[in-house]
């Protein structure tokens, strides 16, 4: 049966079209209906994050700025459930995840340089920072 269809699309090239923009639609449809669905379940994650993993180890590259690490500390404990988007990525998240590590000494002294070395960049107490300093907080916040 299958060989005959296609026996029929080989020999009309519009139906060979038609076929193949059906498909596209069918999957575009399907991942739309799948996507909503996602999101009236887990409102606070983008669509598709299931696909990539969650776990800090999985980083490769370092962040090179205190602002890219501010965003990824911010995001990562976003995904995790401790900060809300509504919350934003100032005062009120840092407070937040502050609480929240409180029972974890080393994991609250990282992420308060982290957040104190981000508001001296952003409210100009520190003009310039080392990238070497940078890059071990990334590598000491990825060890928690």
């Known amino acids: 049966m299958l060989e005959s269809i296609f026996q029929v699309m080989a020999e009309t090239p519009v139906l060979m079209v038609v076929f193949v923009v059906d498909l596209i639609l069918i999957f ?66 840092r407070e937040k995840i502050l609480e929240h590590t409180k029972e974890k000494e080393e994991a609250q002294q990282v992420l308060r340089t982290i957040f104190e070395t981000y508001e001296g960049k952003m409210y100009g107490g520190v003009k310039t920072y080392e990238q070497g300093k940078i890059e071990e907080l990334f590598h000491q916040f990825k060890a928690i």
Do not use: C, N
């Not at 399907?30 to 180890?57: C, H, N, S």
């Open 28 to 93: 575009t449809i399907v991942f739309y209906v799948a996507k909503k669905i996602y999101q009236k379940k887990r409102p606070d994650m983008g669509f598709m994050t299931w696909f990539t993993r969650f776990t800090l180890k999985s980083l490769k590259a370092p962040t090179h700025t205190i602002e890219g690490l501010y965003d990824l500390v911010v995001s990562t404990y976003t995904r995790r459930g401790v900060v809300t988007r509504e919350m934003g990525k100032g005062f009120r998240a």
